[in-house]
């Protein structure tokens, strides 16, 4: 099980417990579940960040589901988000006419996905809507139609289940609030 012993634990108070974290993927997954009920999906995930919550969102699906990743820039090791988003790892599947749900862990100035967004779009699939577990609302620059939020946060650099440091902390089961970002 992942500690945050190797950093310096003073800077980081819990924010979400595993279990308030089960709590609301399973309550998105109800969503998904009621609102494509009968329908096939393909889950487009963000990677690397929500590569540990599409593990537990997809087993509370009761759909046919697809799983497809992608990797696009954004952060790379800072903690600020940059202007330009590229490729790294495309889709490996043709979307047209299927019903695309794109699954991302959190959303900051919605720079990444909006990008995302619309180049899944230009690829004419039968609908296309986005889940994010956690949205900082309040940082957004670009704006995108998020139709699937799990909890609101603040304006807050988060670590834990998925969500990294300069590629630490991912591993953790709970997810933390850095006190003193620099
Ligand atoms: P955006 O393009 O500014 O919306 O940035 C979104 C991406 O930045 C997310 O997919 C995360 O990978 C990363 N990110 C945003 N906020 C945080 C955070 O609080 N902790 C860790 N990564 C974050
Ligand atoms: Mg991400």
């Known amino acids: 099980m992942g500690t945050i012993s190797q950093l310096d634990e003073k800077n980081f108070t819990k924010y979400l417990n595993r279990h308030e974290i089960d709590a609301i993927v399973q309550s998105l997954a109800n969503q998904i579940n009621r609102d494509y009920e009968g329908k096939s999906l393909i889950l487009v995930t963000v990677l690397k960040g929500a590569f540990v919550f599409i593990s537990d969102f997809i087993r509370h699906l009761k759909l046919n589901t697809e799983v497809e990743f992608v990797r696009?820039?954004?952060?790379?090791?800072?903690l600020t988000?940059?202007?330009?988003v590229t490729i790294i790892k495309d889709i490996q599947t043709d979307i047209r006419g299927k019903h695309v749900l794109i699954v991302e862990e959190i959303i900051d100035s919605g720079r990444t996905l909006k990008f995302l967004y619309e180049r899944i779009?230009?690829?004419?699939?039968?609908?296309?809507?986005?889940?994010?577990?956690?949205?900082?609302?309040?940082?957004?620059?670009?704006?995108?139609?998020?139709?699937?939020?799990?909890?609101?946060?603040?304006?807050?650099?988060?670590?834990?289940?998925?969500?990294?440091?300069?590629?630490?902390?991912?591993n953790l089961p709970d997810i933390y609030y850095l006190k003193y970002p620099n």
């Open 121 to 170: 779009k230009n690829a004419n699939p039968a609908s296309i809507e986005i889940a994010t577990l956690l949205d900082k609302t309040s940082k957004r620059v670009v704006e995108v139609p998020v139709k699937y939020t799990g909890r609101v946060i603040d304006d807050q650099f988060l670590v834990g289940y998925g969500l990294d440091l300069e590629e630490r902390c991912r």
């Open 81 to 84: 988000s940059s202007g330009t």
């Open 72 to 78: 696009l820039s954004s952060y790379g090791k800072a």
